[in-house]
């Protein structure tokens, strides 16, 4: 299995939901990333899993709460989210971050709208 | 502040012209760098790297040392080259280029 899964695909929550994406990844990889993608902009990065320890935080809001139960599986927890927080949040996977060929393997994201 | 610059928002060109993507970093010492596409609908993914020195879809690109700089160059361009171009860094360096959207047309 070569690709990075991610649910939902579509999600719309208020902003006193609280809510969680998910991410998997059946390639062996070591790291896992996050990142928030808007519109016909570059993805930027929020957290950093590597060997299943949080490495980066990216200064991310603490109403987005990462979670890596295992090194295939990672989870972005939302709580309390503002109408600016909706984007494509991707998903994204590589061999280890710190090392030659660390390219990166993406989701197809989750749409996330607040309102 | 290290970074890879994308100074093209926007390429339009038309089908059978060359299209070169333009890329410069400013990191020091020996970078690793990717290029990678996005579709329109579909995920983000990997194009080429450097360590390569491969030709995908046409496209190749060469890292430059001494003009810092990483091109993506394809010498035909097919409709289906259309798509947003991001320049991106590896070895523990995360942030994209700010995207190149290339545009071809019949």
């Known amino acids: 299995d070569t690709e990075v899964t991610q649910t939902p695909k579509h999600l719309v929550m208020g902003m006193t939901n609280k809510k969680s994406l998910k991410c998997e990844q059946h390639?062996?990889?070591?790291?896992m990333y996050w990142y928030k993608q808007k519109a016909k902009k570059p993805p930027e990065l929020m957290f950093v899993y590597s060997y299943e320890k949080l490495s980066i935080n990216e200064s991310v809001p603490s109403r987005f709460s990462p979670e890596c139960p295992n090194s295939s599986l990672l989870n972005l927890h939302l709580h309390a989210l503002q109408p600016e927080d909706s984007a494509l949040y991707l998903c994204a996977s590589s061999q280890d971050p710190l090392v030659w060929g660390s390219e990166q393997y993406f989701g197809p994201g989750t749409r996330l709208t607040v309102t | 502040a290290q970074r890879v610059t994308q100074p093209e928002k926007l390429l339009s060109v038309f089908k059978g012209a060359p299209v070169e993507l333009k890329c410069n970093y400013s990191y020091s010492g020996s970078p690793e760098l990717f290029w990678y596409v996005q579709y329109s609908r579909q995920r983000l993914q990997l194009l080429l790297r450097h360590i390569s020195r491969e030709s995908i879809k046409g496209f190749t690109a060469d890292l430059n040392k001494g003009e810092t700089s990483f091109h993506l160059k394809k010498p035909f361009a097919q409709e289906e080259d259309s798509a947003m171009y991001y320049c991106a860094p590896g070895r523990g360096k995360f942030q994209f280029g700010a995207g190149t959207q290339v545009v071809v047309t019949p």
């Open positions: 390639m062996g990889h070591r790291a």
